[in-house]
């Protein structure tokens, strides 16, 4: 085989499924795909004319395409684990989002400690009046196995102990909060750049509300990481996306449903 041929499959084999220059793929994580990633996208194609191509799929489904070759980036709303690491795959921590607890309007509940959470979603506390409410049973809204909410869920509010079998789970990670609106006893926790329903209201956790100083000053205790995935350390035009996303363009769009890296 001719040197010159070697090397061009040898990069074609390293850069994985780019497009011939023209298209990056992304797929993963709800949250950075409804609203982060179209605009993120429009701006990047100004600068260098890469379209991206935009799946969501959650974050465990996106991390598997790209471990298969399907993609060229994937959104995670979780840190990375040990077997993906030793995969080759590399997070990219891009901005942080809120795990919130949202309740009905008409719930005179206002504020819960991570103790208290971990009992209403493992089952052990099941009735409003143990928290201060109504007596009232508590309904927990979950989301479907493999969504980094249902794994924010676990491994911040759980934290070891199993999900009550007495739950509903939402089919769709960012209606959470309807099921919540339509259930006045529901409790669910979603990401804050999902919460749309007029008729539901945000908790405090421990006394903090999610925002941008209390998420960055880790007074908020919920906050869940946002990563962009690639396969080795980004390059080319998958590092390109990611340089652009850790900018001060990409973390203004960041900074409109998410917290950037820095205070804004």
Request: proline share 5%; net charge negative.
């Amino acid at each position: 085989m001719r040197p010159v041929v070697a090397l061009v499959l040898g990069l074609v084999l390293v850069s994985g499924v780019a497009r011939a220059g023209e298209m990056l793929h992304y797929a993963g994580a709800t949250t950075l795909q409804r609203y982060f990633m179209p605009k993120a996208a429009l701006l990047f194609k100004g600068q260098t004319g890469v379209r991206l191509h935009i799946a969501g799929g959650n974050t465990d489904p996106g991390i598997s395409a790209l471990l298969a070759g399907q993609v060229d980036l994937a959104g995670a709303g979780r840190f990375l684990r040990q077997d993906e690491t030793d995969a080759g795959l590399v997070g990219t921590l891009v901005g942080w989002d809120s795990l919130v607890i949202v309740a009905h309007q008409a719930n005179a509940v206002e504020n819960l400690d991570l103790d208290q959470l971990q009992g209403i979603f493992s089952g052990r506390i099941s009735n409003w009046s143990e928290v201060g409410g109504a007596d009232e049973p508590i309904l927990v809204v979950t989301h479907p196995a493999g969504s980094g909410m249902r794994d924010a869920v676990e491994q911040e509010i759980l934290r070891g102990l199993p999900l009550t079998p007495l739950h509903l789970v939402s089919s769709v990670v960012e209606d959470a909060d309807l099921q919540v609106a339509m259930f006045p006893l529901a409790i669910t926790a979603v990401s804050r750049s999902m919460v749309d329903s007029a008729e539901v209201k945000l908790m405090r956790v421990g006394g903090h509300l999610p925002t941008a100083e209390t998420i960055l000053q880790r007074r908020y205790p919920l906050a869940k990481p946002l990563l962009l995935v690639t396969r080795g350390v980004p390059a080319g035009q998958a590092g390109e996306f990611v340089s652009f996303v850790l900018s001060d363009t990409g973390q203004d769009i960041m900074a409109r449903r998410f917290c950037p890296l820095t205070h804004p």
